[in-house]
C-alpha cells in the first residue's frame, strides 16, 4: 500500500502562486511514476502534470509553462508549484503515485479568484 498526504491548497487571486506538496509513504519502493491531477465540478478528473521515477515530465497544455512538478526521491515526495493562476485552475487537486496500481491522495482544493 502507498499513502499520499496533500498539502499547500487554498485561496489565491488570479495571477498568483500557490505550491502543492504530496508526501508518500508505505510500498514506495515500487513507486514509477508521481504526478498530479485536478477535478473541477461538473468536470472529470484530467491530468495536470506527472514525473517518471528517471526525472522525465509531461504537462497539459493547459499548464505548460505556468506550473513545474518536481520529486525528491529521498523524501518520497512530489511538489507542484503553480505561478500565474487563472480562475480556471480552481479544482480540487490530487496525488497520484502508479505503482503495482494507482493510488490516490484525498485531495486539496485550489480556488482562483478574478
Known amino acids: 500500500q502507498v499513502q499520499l498526504v496533500e498539502s499547500g491548497g487554498g485561496l489565491v487571486q488570479a495571477g498568483g502562486s500557490l505550491r502543492l506538496s504530496c508526501a508518500s509513504s508505505g510500498s514506495t519502493a515500487r513507486i514509477n511514476t508521481l504526478g498530479w491531477f485536478r477535478q473541477a465540478p461538473g468536470k472529470q478528473r484530467e491530468l495536470v502534470a506527472r514525473i517518471s521515477s528517471g526525472g522525465s515530465t509531461n504537462y497539459a497544455d493547459s499548464v505548460s509553462g505556468r506550473f513545474t512538478i518536481s520529486r525528491d526521491n529521498g523524501r518520497n515526495t512530489v511538489d507542484l508549484q503553480m505561478n500565474n493562476l487563472k480562475p480556471e485552475d480552481t479544482a480540487v487537486y490530487y496525488c497520484?503515485?502508479?505503482?503495482?496500481?494507482?493510488?490516490w491522495g484525498q485531495g486539496t482544493q485550489v480556488t482562483v479568484s478574478s
Open positions: 497520484n503515485a502508479v505503482s503495482y496500481r494507482n493510488f
